[in-house]
């Protein structure tokens, strides 16, 4: 055990002391949450649309067509289509789109419908346009059976429901939407850490072996010490990130958002001060003390509004603790079968063709429970097998957390996950001990099962 402990402070020692990681360390959330920012930011275009309107149809389409901030409807310059699309084309200020409606579309015909652009049309603003002419028509047709708009809107009615989990003590409001959210970001983690840090430890062997340090480390421990020292050392590396993450995004989180709220939070104008002061003045006491009393039950929500409130649904005790356990499960897991392909191979580029057979289930249970998630039942048969077994378990059962899990199953689940982390340990310590000292030969399938059965 001492021998393995000193593994253990190398591996980690030698990583935690690069650079390379404490930038990355401090810089990842910060880096994240900039990205984060910057896709919400640049993926749509916030310029309103500018669409032109040939219509040749008799049914005034360009009237009925509502403006909105996103579309703008204009009508085409030109005597016909071919004039209208030339015009289009040297527009100034350029227009985004010609919509055009030909002699044959009618109310009850509304095919032939063209949407014609400087190059391909996206979806979203087809979608938009779309919209538009849908709802004009619909209007259309409203006035000419006798109704409205207003009227059909005032006959619809918005029915809001809220789910609770009754299996949760006291019953738990149900929140789709951050439980969804929650499920993706939690197995985003665990696929990219057990892939990213399994990777490395895979590499970390090939280099020792390729430079033949290896054989010398091999003179003073056993090779199973040395895989399980390096494989725990990682993995303390990843915790140390793990916590530092944690802490540096309650902080940005805690500390920050309250600051931006505050600087958010508008004062009146002057002229409502004067205002204000000339209530006070001439009302006296009962005006002003209900508007401070008014004033102050609006903003105080705002100001004390915690950034971690839409957490609130959600078991976060039993997804932390299940988080930790079934990442690291997960990462000892597939760091052993990673351990025993950089033990067994000379080459890194040899590694490619051992490498796809173990990361088949880690893609396969991540697409399957994305699928369950959005399309089924995260607790029906399909989420509860790949929940319980192990090479799947990781991230099937960590998307489930979010939802609530029994705990019999979170158990069961967690000793099938031990198990199979000791079977897998045991199996790529065969083959690590003989892969180890092997220079020079092709290894294949049926070679690194032979391995599994030398005996010493």
Same mark, same amino acid.
């Given at each position: 055990?001492?021998?393995?402990?000193l593994?253990?402070? +190398?591996?980690y020692?030698?990583?935690v +002391?690069? =650079?390379?990681?404490?930038?990355m360390?401090l810089?990842?959330p910060?880096?994240?949450?900039?990205?984060?920012?910057?896709?919400? #930011?640049?993926?749509g275009?916030?310029?309103?649309?500018?669409?032109?309107?040939? /219509?040749? $149809?008799?049914?005034?389409?360009?009237?009925?067509?509502?403006?909105?901030?996103?579309?703008?409807?204009?009508?085409?310059t030109g005597?016909?289509l071919?004039a209208?699309?030339?015009?289009?084309?040297?527009?100034?200020?350029?227009?985004?789109?010609?919509?055009?409606?030909?002699p044959?579309?009618?109310? /009850?015909?509304?095919?032939?419908?063209?949407?014609?652009?400087?190059?391909?049309?996206?979806?979203?603003?087809?979608?938009?346009?779309? #919209?538009?002419?849908?709802?004009?028509?619909?209007?259309? =047709? @409203?006035?000419?059976?006798?109704?409205?708009?207003?009227?059909?809107?005032? @006959? =619809?009615?918005?029915v809001?429901? /809220?789910?609770?989990?009754l299996?949760?003590?006291g019953?738990? =409001?149900?929140?789709? !939407?951050?439980?969804?959210?929650?499920?993706?970001?939690? $197995?985003?983690?665990?696929?990219?850490?057990?892939?990213?840090?399994?990777?490395?430890?895979m590499?970390?062997?090939g280099?020792?072996? $390729?430079? +033949?340090?290896m054989?010398?480390?091999i003179?003073s421990?056993k090779?199973?010490?040395?895989?399980?020292?390096?494989?725990?050392?990682?993995?303390?590396?990843?915790?140390t990130?793990?916590?530092?993450?944690m802490?540096?995004?309650?902080?940005?989180?805690?500390?920050?958002a309250?600051?931006?709220? #505050?600087?958010?939070? #508008?004062?009146?104008p002057?002229a409502?001060?004067? !205002?204000?002061?000339?209530?006070?003045?001439?009302?006296?006491?009962?005006?002003?003390a209900?508007?401070?009393s008014d /004033?102050?039950?609006?903003?105080a929500?705002a100001?004390?509004?915690s950034?971690?409130?839409?957490?609130?649904?959600?078991?976060?005790?039993?997804?932390?603790?299940?988080?930790?356990?079934?990442?690291?499960?997960?990462?000892?897991?597939?760091?052993?079968?990673?351990?025993?392909? !950089?033990?067994?191979?000379?080459?890194?580029?040899?590694?490619q063709?051992?490498?796809?057979?173990?990361?088949?289930?880690?893609?396969?249970?991540?697409?399957?429970?994305?699928?369950?998630i959005i399309?089924?039942?995260p607790?029906?048969?399909?989420?509860?097998?790949?929940?319980?077994?192990?090479?799947?378990?990781?991230?099937?059962?960590?998307?489930?957390?979010?939802?609530?899990?029994?705990?019999?199953?979170?158990?069961?689940?967690?000793?099938?996950?031990?198990?199979?982390?000791?079977?897998?340990?045991?199996?790529?310590?065969?083959?690590?001990?003989?892969?180890?000292?092997?220079?020079?030969?092709?290894?294949?399938?049926?070679?690194l099962?032979?391995?599994?059965?030398?005996?010493?």
């Open positions: 055990m001492d021998k393995i402990w593994i253990i402070q +190398r591996e020692l030698t990583r +002391r690069k =650079k390379s990681f404490l930038i360390s810089l990842a910060l880096l994240l949450a900039a990205s984060l920012v910057g896709i919400a #930011k640049f993926s275009s916030s310029e309103t649309q500018v669409v032109a309107v040939r /219509d040749d $149809s008799a049914q005034q389409m360009l009237q009925h067509l509502t403006a909105t901030e996103e579309v703008r409807f204009v009508p085409a005597t016909n071919a209208a699309t030339a015009a289009f084309k040297k527009a100034k200020p350029k227009q985004d789109a010609l919509l055009y409606f030909p044959s579309f009618t109310l /009850d015909n509304s095919t032939g419908i063209q949407l014609l652009a400087n190059g391909n049309v996206s979806l979203n603003r087809q979608s938009k346009i779309r #919209k538009a002419v849908e709802k004009a028509v619909g209007e259309l =047709k @409203l006035s000419r059976s006798g109704l409205n708009q207003t009227t059909i809107d005032n @006959l =619809k009615a918005k809001e429901l /809220d789910a609770v989990d299996t949760q003590q019953g738990r =409001k149900n929140n789709v !939407g951050t439980t969804t959210a929650a499920a993706y970001f939690l $197995s985003i983690l665990v696929y990219m850490f057990i892939f990213i840090y399994g990777v490395q430890v590499r970390g062997v280099e020792e072996k $390729s430079s +033949r340090i054989e010398v480390m003179s421990v090779p199973f010490q040395l895989m399980m020292g390096k494989i725990l050392g990682i993995a303390a590396v990843v915790l990130q793990f916590a530092l993450w802490v540096l995004s309650w902080g940005l989180t805690t500390l920050a309250p600051l931006l709220m #505050k600087s958010n939070v #508008k004062s009146p002057a409502a001060v004067t !205002g204000m002061q000339q209530a006070t003045t001439y009302d006296k006491a009962p005006a002003a209900t508007a401070t /004033d102050a039950a609006t903003v929500p100001a004390t509004a950034p971690w409130g839409f957490l609130s649904g959600l078991p976060v005790g039993t997804i932390i603790g299940g988080f930790l356990f079934f990442f690291l499960g997960g990462y000892l897991l597939y760091s052993a079968l990673f351990a025993s392909i !950089g033990a067994a191979v000379d080459d890194q580029t040899d590694s063709q051992f490498m796809f057979p173990i990361t088949i289930p880690l893609i396969l249970s991540y697409i399957v429970s994305i699928n369950v399309n089924g039942d607790n029906g048969p399909l989420a509860f097998w790949l929940s319980m077994i192990p090479l799947t378990s990781p991230i099937a059962m960590v998307m489930r957390l979010p939802f609530g899990v029994p705990m019999w199953q979170l158990l069961l689940s967690g000793a099938l996950l031990v198990a199979g982390f000791v079977l897998t340990t045991w199996v790529a310590a065969r083959i690590y001990r003989v892969g180890i000292l092997m220079y020079g030969k092709k290894v294949t399938y049926g070679e099962s032979k391995w599994m059965f030398y005996k010493g």
